[in-house]
Structure formats: C-alpha cells, structure tokens
C-alpha cells in the first residue's frame, strides 16, 4: 500500500501506481486537516455570509443565494451537468492515477470535503472500482470540469465505471466491490471537479512513458554502438563536462556503464584505422541527454502540481 502524504508525495510513488496499480490512501495524518476543512464548510453552509459555491450559484450566478435545504440538490446537479465528455474512455491506469491525484489535493485539508467521500474514492481505488472517463471534455481552464465530473458521479452512484473486467453503471459497479453511494455535502462537487488532476494525470503518463524510452534509447544506444565496433571515447566525462548539460552528462555516464567490459569494443580498441565513428553514434549522449533534461523539468513542474490543492479553497 503506498502512503500518500499531501504536499510530499514523489513521482516514484505516482509511478508504481501508473506501472504496477499498486493500492494507495491517503497517511493517515491527513484525515484531522480534512475533517477541519469540512467542518469550516458546515458552519460557513449554516451561516448568513454568502460562499462561493457552498450557499451560491456558480460562474455568473455567484450572486444568487442557495437555501440550506436545496445544497445538496445544488451539488449534485452541478455534478451530472458537467457528464458532457465524449470519445473513447481514457486508459485504465491513467484514470486510477487520476483518482489518486484527487486524493492528494482532498488530502491538503483545503477543500472542505467530509472525509466519507475521500474514503469512498480510496476504497474505489483499492478495490478496482475504476470511473469511466471520455477522453475529450476538457480544456483544463477552471479545471478539469468534465473528466471530474464523470469520475464523481460514480461515487454518487450514478456514470459509469469498470469492475472486475466489466463496465456497468456506477451504482451496480460499486454495489459489485461491497461499497455504497453517498450523498454531496456543501462545495463537495465543486471540490471535486475544480481541479486539474485529469491534465496532469496525462503530463505524468507521458512523463513516465517518455521516461522510459530514454532508458531504452540509451540500451539501444550501446547496442547499436558495439555492433558497429565503435569507439566510447566520445564518451569520455570530460567532454560532456565541458558542454555541461546534466542530461548529456547523465547519459555519456549510463553509456560507459552499459559499453564496459564489452568483448567487442576490447577486440577491436587497438589497430583501428577510423578515425572517428559516424554522428549518429558519436552524438548520443548529446540527443539523449536533451531529452533527459526537458523531462526533469517537466518533473519538477509536475511533482509540484500533483501535491497541490487545485480547487477554489
């Protein structure tokens, strides 16, 4: 079970839910700041000051109040309007990571959403109750609105969502995993489609998958450099340090690891008349290295966007 700590959870976690759909909640240590969190909400619901979203309309309707007794009609409709997706539904293990990204934003405490409703998304999670969501819906501006929505609805029994192999609807797809439905609370639906956690499921799918073709590429790399018996002395360290791109230095690294003790390049290191292999090979570490760098940036964006509370607090 991996540990998910809002505000510090790391993209290795993220990956081995993306790779391996290993089980996640939330620590433990993040149920008091929700439980604050909600209560604030239920005061400020039971109060005269008008809250955006908790006693208010939405968007152009912030200024027309909402009765205690129609909030919770509120939310849910706001829930079912925005199931307005289309196309294809996203993949598996993207929409399990979705589902765990929301957990890490409910998680900070800044959302107002009653505990209940974070368990039942954990327990969804842990017990492979997984939304069905359209890939297209969403320009990820206010947040991702539709995708949200869809992932919502389930937990109010209503959508759609795979279980155990089979899609069904949400109610019987939950009922089928020993889980139950609940009600929206106030904000709880605006806590839940107000955020980017769609966008930023599929900035980290591609991540990790890019990822991991640069570690092909690099395997690739070394493969094709002995099968040409080329020369590793483009790659020695300090022609990389000179240029003093961490990537291309990275790379240059991971290239001598995969090429030493190799038969090939020792059969062939004395006597050879070439004075150089074509660029293709020589420059490697160069093309690899590039990219290694464009996705630790994107990371460090990412890693930051994944643990942060992306809805109106």
Not at 160 to 167: K, L, M, Q, S
Not at 175 to 183: C, R
């Amino acid at each position: 079970m991996i540990a998910l700590i809002p505000g510090a959870t790391t993209l290795a976690q993220l990956a081995a839910i993306y790779w391996d759909e290993q089980p996640a909640a939330l620590h433990p240590t993040a149920r008091a700041g929700v439980d604050r969190a909600a209560a604030r909400i239920a005061q400020a619901a039971a109060g005269a000051t008008a809250v955006y979203g908790v006693n208010t309309g939405f968007g152009k309707l912030a200024s027309l109040r909402i009765a205690p007794a129609d909030t919770a009609t509120l939310q849910r409709n706001l829930i079912l309007s925005h199931c307005c997706g289309v196309g294809p539904a996203i993949p598996r293990r993207v929409a399990r990571l979705m589902m765990a990204l929301k957990l890490l934003s409910l998680g900070r405490g800044a959302s107002g959403v009653r505990w209940e409703m974070v368990a039942l998304l954990q327990d969804m999670l842990a017990r492979g109750v997984t939304p069905t969501i359209p890939a297209q819906g969403s320009v990820g501006a206010s947040g991702d609105l539709a995708p949200l929505a869809h992932m919502t609805a389930v937990l109010i029994g209503e959508g759609e969502a795979e279980f155990g192999g089979a899609v069904t609807p949400g109610a019987q797809a939950l009922a089928a995993a020993g889980l139950a439905p609940l009600a929206l609370g106030p904000k709880e639906g605006l806590g839940f489609i107000n955020g980017t956690q769609f966008s930023t499921a599929f900035a980290l799918a591609g991540l990790f998958e890019g990822w991991r073709c640069a570690e092909g590429a690099l395997v690739a790399s070394a493969l094709s450099t002995d099968a040409i018996m080329g020369s590793t002395a483009p790659l020695h360290p300090q022609i990389h340090a000179l240029r003093g791109h961490a990537g291309q230095i990275d790379a240059a690294a991971c290239l001598r690891r995969l090429l030493d003790g190799s038969e090939i390049r020792e059969s062939h290191r004395d006597g050879d008349a070439r004075v150089q292999d074509p660029y293709c090979i020589r420059c490697q570490p160069q093309v690899t290295g590039a990219a290694m760098d464009l996705m630790r940036q994107a990371a460090a964006t990412l890693a930051i966007e994944a643990n942060a509370a992306t809805d109106n607090p």
